[in-house]
């Protein structure tokens, strides 16, 4: 069965400086691999997705995830986080023939300081 | 534009009571989507309509009771529900089903339910 990895439930980090958010898949085969964003009581909005081709996807605000097969990895990244990032993000996949089902990774707090 | 609307954006209702939950979308998607979220955890599949036929029941309650009266519309309908049903329920929408590469799914904001 696949499953999505967040290994930090929180992530701390100062304005201006650049952001990591983990995550990990267990999928057989390259599957679809998605992030989403949650601010407070909101709906869950779509970030980027890596369907094929390019390892370095870019998506909506600036944010960017790699595609690592090796390392079964898909880390959203930002060069220089803002206040307004803070908020709650999914790591989500769909396996290769798996229809359109969304395994959700438990969700990572995102904390932006001044 | 990629907007789902859903209302109401807050319910609360008795044990007893039926009420129904609402989405609509109109950018075309013939795939729409029930999810259920607690507080601080990821949303969890109910149910999936794909060219208006329900194509995924997640095992859920019949408590739970979806139609989809036609492409941009979906409902809930909720009876008889328990206060471990109160939740966040998200809708969401894709281009299409099941195919052999999934497209989106674009999420509206939400009906915050409390079940006294």
């Known amino acids: 069965a696949q499953s999505v990895a967040q290994p930090e439930d929180q992530v701390n980090v100062a304005e201006g400086n650049p952001l990591t958010v983990k995550c990990t898949y267990s999928?057989?085969?390259?599957?679809?691999l998605f992030w989403y964003v949650q601010y407070p009581n909101r709906g869950l909005q779509f970030l980027l997705k890596?369907?094929?081709?390019?390892?370095l996807v870019k998506g909506s605000y600036g944010f960017e995830a790699e595609f690592n097969k090796s390392q079964t990895s898909f880390h959203l990244k930002k060069p220089s986080a803002l206040v307004s990032d803070s908020a709650l993000y999914f790591c989500?996949?769909?396996?290769?023939?798996?229809?359109?089902?969304?395994?959700f990774g438990t969700g990572t707090q995102l904390k932006v300081e001044l | 534009d990629t907007e789902v609307t859903q209302t109401p954006k807050h319910l609360v209702m008795g044990m007893t009571n039926k009420k129904s939950l609402k989405c609509e979308q109109h950018?075309?998607?013939?795939?729409m989507y029930w999810y259920k979220q607690k507080a601080k955890k990821p949303p969890e599949l109910m149910f999936v309509?794909?060219?208006?036929?329900?194509?995924i029941n997640e095992s859920v309650p019949s408590r739970f009771s979806p139609e989809c009266p036609n492409s941009s519309l979906l409902n809930l309908h909720l009876h008889a529900l328990q206060p471990e049903d109160s939740a966040l329920y998200l809708c969401?929408?894709?281009?299409?089903?099941?195919?052999?590469?999934?497209?989106?799914?674009?999420f509206g904001p939400g009906t915050r339910l409390t079940v006294l």
């Open positions: 999928v057989s085969g390259n599957p679809y």
């Open positions: 950018m075309g998607h013939r795939a």
């Open positions: 309509y794909s060219y208006e036929k329900l194509s």
């Open positions: 969401a929408s894709s281009l299409a089903g099941p195919l052999l590469v999934p497209d989106t799914q674009y």
């Open positions: 890596y369907i094929t081709g390019d390892n």
């Open positions: 989500a996949v769909i396996p290769r023939g798996g229809g359109n089902k969304l395994t």
